[in-house]
């Protein structure tokens, strides 16, 4: 488990990977630079420090490829117990 208490950012994270596996049935795993669109060069060295800490503490894989670029992300089973369901209207 973590050794710090999960910032917002990362459970961000976490729900947004939990979510893309879910689409694709967990056959595929997510595209790093769907990750990154559009988003400012400053929010995107702060997520990448969050991924970092996240594969440190192994909650997710990161595939790189030539350059050390983050190609795929995938969540592990330590990261889907931090996942928290978001209930939906209809849930309630």
Not at 4 to 33: F, M, N, P, Y
Not at 76 to 84: N, R
Request: net charge positive; with cysteine; hydrophobic share 45%.
């Amino acid at each position: 488990m973590p050794t710090r208490r999960l910032t917002v950012l990362d459970v961000w994270i976490l729900c947004w990977l939990d979510g893309e596996a879910r689409r694709s049935k967990g056959l595929l795993a997510a595209s790093a630079q769907k990750l990154f669109e559009g988003l400012a060069r400053q929010e995107q060295q702060q997520i990448c420090a969050n991924l970092a800490w996240l594969e440190t503490n192994g909650l997710i894989v990161i595939g790189r490829v030539a350059g050390k670029r983050p190609a795929y992300l995938s969540l592990t089973a330590a990261g889907a117990q931090c996942v928290h369901p978001v209930p939906r209207r209809w849930d309630m």
